[in-house]
């Protein structure tokens, strides 16, 4: 069970109070520092790990930034355009029935280096026009890879041949429409380059690439020729470690960070710093701060869990980056990243201990000191509450508060004596006292049996005397009024019993008013919302002939559009008749140079037999212009002819809409005007119908307040009739025989205002 504090002694009370109270203030104290520190320390921290994060997202932007530019540079260079043109040329010049497998036999099966270092091979030494093109361009395009951390470079002829490759992987020499590229994502971004616009970038998001048995995003641009033409696809291979060393570039591999890539589909994008933490393109687990990057929403994550379960804090940013939608994750320990936070936190818990020993040691001295003198005064106080008023108090001499309680118990002593003495004499009062609320009494409890006539007789003392007359006084005043009382509510009951008939009269042809003039009411709202409605109506047809009165207004627009467009077809049609007739004396002069040309090269003999036939050939495509000249012309005739025919036909359909759009604006002019007047029919119905409500409320509360009046005049006759009762509890005069009642009954004061009535 436990103990009460009023229970326990103030020695023990007061020492374990100090020590809460010490306890108390150090825990607060202590809490505060603790908590704003952890928090000022918990914002460093994510601040810095944010900061890290956007660098790191930054300098991935501008590495996918600068490697989607530098392909599209090298499309629009003339290297690249002279090398895919060379390497499509010099395949087809190759002396063997497989050209393929002859390409693949020396670049890959007997290359002499190991897999990954097939890129040092320059020159297979077979002599072949391929392999001469090849040393001309793959140092630059090795060199390219190597400074800008490209896994492979690709070149592809519009037929979707791998015309070159840097690495010389599986894919070297394949069409992206073969059974080993078809799904591929090189396949993908290779077609699409073929069909994008001029210096556009189309790119593919990291996936598994059998071909070279990796991880790898592709970047694709259209190689053009001067002309502006496709004349094939440059397609670059970035693999893992360029964005991964991107993003970790401001970190330090200490097992503590994590930095990392996530696609809307949840999987993983890049590799992290932490090895063994998950798979590459494997699901990541749907944590706060996974799902938030899945979504594309930034965010800080003070409590979560890395893919390993363990616990971390986390940093969510979005990249805005052109073909590729990610997120960058970065992960960090919670035990590493906020150290600090748990050494100050045992170092508080450190500090709270020691305060609370030396707390308990002070308090427990110091409530000695004060609790001694309060047992001394203990002491004393229960002596005098036993009338032991010769007990010493100790504590007189002292200057502090316990000599001032000490100083006032010694005055509470010597009062205490004087009142024993004057209680004494206020013995004898008392019985006095008694005697006087004991008749006293006697009289209010006739008085409460509504006896009024129940004076008292008897004197009382002096001091008490002035207040028997006032009693007495009080209620001979209190018989009059009663009286006063019991006549008014005769009346009352009269008056309330014509005031109730002549009210329920008023209520009942208030009520038959009411109720005709609701039906009138509703008769006319009825009618109000019909008209409204035919307004509404009117204004949308209204409404609707304007619409096909402006539709026709154009349509006059287009046809006017239409006849000027065919002037001008006449036109052209005029002048390529001037051109048609030029090009047929072109032909005719050209004939006739060719017969001069033919007669001169008669006259050459032999030696103008080429140009004898020459110049037949030349008489053969005048004669050709001509007749073709000949028909054209023809058909130009023609053309002007059905031309002329769309100019008339146009231009009556352009009277026929005047005439349409005219009889539509009369009949609009009507319809607005019958909108107009059925609007001012609604209006003044609506009015009718306002008045008409407003009437019909006031109605309504007449009828009500009728009913109110009758209620009341009821109410009123019930409460005259209830006074009645009441007062008649009450004795007023003497009763002037045995058989006379004593008091006045409810049924005596009915009869009597019956026959009063009568």
Known sequence: M??????????????????????????????????????????????????????????????????????????????????????????????????????????????????????????????????????????????TATLNRYSDIYLITPAGLVAYTVQKNGDFAEDIKGDLLADSALARVAQAALEAEPGSVVVEDFSAYSPADSVGAFLASPILNKRGQPVGAIAVRIGTDFVQSALSANLEADGHENIYLIGPDGTAKSPGMIPGAFEMLSKLPDTPHIAAARQGEAGQFSQTQTASGEPAAAVVIPLALNGFNWSVVMETDDAEAFAMIYRIRWMVLSLIGASVVVSIGVSWAAANRVTRPIHHLRDATNALAQEDYNIAISGLDRGDEFGDLARSLDTFRDKLKLADEAAAREEEAKRETDYVVEEMSHALSQLQDGNLICEIDGPF????????????????????????VVEAARHVDRFSQEQRASANEMAERTESQGSTLEKTATAMQDLTQRLRDTAEKA?????????????????????????????????????????????????????????????????????????????????????RASEAAGEIKTLTSTSEEHVANGVSMVDKAGNALTSIIEQVTSVSDLISEIAGGVQHQSQGLEDINAAIRELDSVTQQNTAMAEEASASSQLLQSEARTLSRVTGRFQIDTPMSADAPSSWDSDAIDAATTARSA
């Open 461 to 484: 003392s002096p001091d008490y005397e002035t207040l028997r007359e006032n009693y007495n006084h009080s209620l001979q005043n209190l018989r009059n009024s009663l009286r006063e």
């Open 2 to 143: 436990l103990l009460k504090p009023s229970s326990v002694s103030l020695k023990l009370k007061l020492p374990v109070l100090m020590v809460a109270l010490t306890v108390a203030f150090v825990v607060t104290v202590s809490f505060l520092i603790y908590t704003m520190a952890e928090r000022s320390i918990r914002e460093n921290v994510t601040s810095a790990k944010a900061s890290k994060a956007q660098a790191g997202a930054q300098a991935l932007g501008f590495s996918i930034g600068a490697a989607q530019r530098d392909v599209a540079n090298l499309a629009a260079l003339p290297t690249t355009f002279r090398a895919i043109n060379n390497f499509e040329r010099v395949i087809g010049m190759v002396e063997a029935d497989d050209k393929i497998g002859y390409l693949k036999k020396h670049f890959i099966t007997d290359n002499p280096n190991a897999e990954d270092q097939r890129a040092d091979l320059v020159d297979p030494g077979d002599g072949s026009y391929y392999s001469q093109s090849h040393v001309t361009y793959h140092p630059t395009f090795v060199q």
């Open 539 to 623: 204004t949308e047809v209204d409404s609707t002939m304007r619409g096909t009165r402006r539709e026709a207004e154009q349509s006059n627009e287009v046809v006017r559009s239409a006849v000027a467009a065919m002037d001008q077809i006449q036109q052209a049609s005029s002048e390529i008749s001037k051109i048609i007739n030029m090009i047929d004396d072109i032909a005719f002069q050209t004939n006739l140079l060719a017969l001069n040309a033919g007669v001169e090269a008669a006259r050459a003999g032999e030696a103008g037999a080429g140009f004898a036939v020459v110049a037949s050939e030349v008489r053969n495509l005048a004669r």
